[in-house]
């Protein structure tokens, strides 16, 4: 950056210097020639009165002076020239000053030599007997003024790409300076030329995305080995236990009755883990949104009825009561995916309830929003633990869990299931004196 700007200035500098000097050198030469005009103009003027008063004798006087007189005859002749013989000259009749000057009594003309590097001024004044007086005199033309001035213009123009060399490469530096010299860590922070804050508030607002992005992945990394490693122990368990009883009893040394204990076992966990690896799909599709299922219009009221009928053999063995209160509340969205949701709150709500308790599942809408609450009477969730209850595998009471024979992932499925639909959750609850779940939706 720092070469760029520095060929682009010192560039710029030669061609306005460069510039500069041809206009310079034109309006002087312009100026001179207007002067040494006025000046032919002045003598002819002065000897023209001469001549009126004393007569041509006037002129022999004249023959030591730079500038050039000539004394034309009306129809032409040359009588008189101070440096040249009169009669050897050509009759003069048809010279632009000197048929100007027979027309209006003056006039004026300019004749370059052959070689351009002379121009001649011609001034003509015509005197009271009809005959002209011509006054001429030589000035150097633009080319000979450049070649006689072409040693000093050189020079000039060496020192000046010199100064100009070294202006350059400090004004250069000087601008590039304070953006060497800024603070990427903290781009707002920076004080510099104004037209680079849009470019560092933006960088800054990329650095804060960065941040997030970094942090986030940060999280998500530590979520799935977490996950990771909570799945290998939920597999590892029932996997195990299958196995031992399975052992036992390829041995043959198992009794009958002992045999059939063992066969239910085995089927327990066999579908404990067919529980498990369908809630892990499960998450798994709403994590990737891979869920092929079209939306549809569904009436929560009606869901959570049909979900309540499948859970009431569950609820009876506890002597839970299930209420379903409210009305009608329509959303789009994926039935099977809001099924899950209810299930597993209301599936969450019954394990962890007390003998003879009650379940409320309540529906409704009320400004533009459905809201879906699942209300028990159970053993609560501990302040510290609540905020992390949506997380997988995370049990608040881990020996209570196993005996409730939950996979761990059951609020983690209704989060990502809320996620997925734009949901809100909000959970109240307090240590034995139960929990209540809300899920708002926007219809």
């Known amino acids: 950056m720092n070469k760029k700007i520095f060929r ?48 041509v004798s006037f002129l022999s ?16 002749t040359v009588v008189f020239d101070n440096q040249a013989d009169a009669a050897s000259l050509d009759n003069h009749g048809d010279r632009e000053e000197i048929r ?16 351009l590097t002379e121009k001649t001024l011609y001034y003509a ?38 100064l100009t060399a070294l202006l350059s490469a400090k004004v250069s530096r000087s601008i590039v300076k304070p953006i060497n010299g800024l603070d990427l860590e903290n781009p707002e922070r920076n004080e510099t030329y104004e037209e680079l804050t849009p470019l560092l508030r933006k960088i800054s607002e990329q650095k804060r995305t960065i941040s997030k992005q970094i942090e986030e992945l940060s999280k998500r990394d530590e979520m799935r080995r977490e996950f990771t490693a909570n799945v290998s122990h939920e597999l590892k368990t029932p996997l195990t236990s299958i196995s031992g009883f399975a052992e036992l009893m390829k041995n043959g040394d198992v009794p009958q009755d002992v045999a059939a204990d063992f066969s239910k076992s085995i089927y327990d966990e066999a579908q404990r883990l067919i529980s498990l690896v369908n809630d892990i799909i499960e998450l798994s599709e709403l994590d990737e949104k891979n869920i092929p299922r079209e939306k549809e219009n569904v009436d929560l009221y009606e869901l959570s009825g049909e979900v309540i009928g499948r859970l009431k053999s569950q609820a009876a063995k506890k002597n839970v009561r299930l209420n379903l209160m409210g009305g009608g509340a329509e ?101 034995g004196k139960g929990t209540s779940v809300t899920v708002a939706f926007d219809k």
């Open 8 to 55: 682009a200035s010192f560039l710029t500098a030669f061609l306005v210097l460069a510039a500069a000097i041809v206009m310079i050198m034109g309006i002087l030469f312009d100026l001179f020639g207007r002067q040494i005009l006025r000046e032919v103009e002045s003598e002819a003027r002065y000897i023209s009165q001469a001549v009126e008063n004393e007569g």
């Open 61 to 76: 006087g004249l023959t030591e002076i730079d500038r050039r007189i000539t004394l034309v005859a009306p129809d032409g």
């Open 100 to 115: 100007q000057a027979m027309e209006t009594g003056t006039g004026t003309s300019a004749r370059y030599s052959k070689t």
């Open 125 to 162: 004044v015509k005197l009271s007997d009809g005959s002209i007086l011509r006054v001429s005199t030589n000035q150097y033309s633009a080319v000979a003024v450049i070649l006689v001035l072409l040693r000093p213009i050189i020079l000039i123009l060496i020192a000046a790409l010199i």
């Open 331 to 431: 959303i789009v969205g994926v039935r099977k995916i809001l099924d899950e949701m209810v299930y597993n709150l209301c599936d969450n709500a019954i394990k962890y309830n007390k003998e003879n308790g009650t379940v409320d599942v309540i529906v409704n809408d009320a400004d533009k929003k459905a809201y879906l609450t699942v209300r028990d009477t159970g053993i609560g969730i501990p302040a510290e633990h609540q905020p992390r209850v949506f997380e997988r595998f995370y049990r608040v009471d881990k020996s209570r869990s196993k005996q409730a024979g939950g996979t761990g992932l059951g609020l983690a499925i209704v989060k990502h299931g809320a996620i997925y639909h734009g949901a809100k959750i909000t959970m109240e609850s307090a240590e």
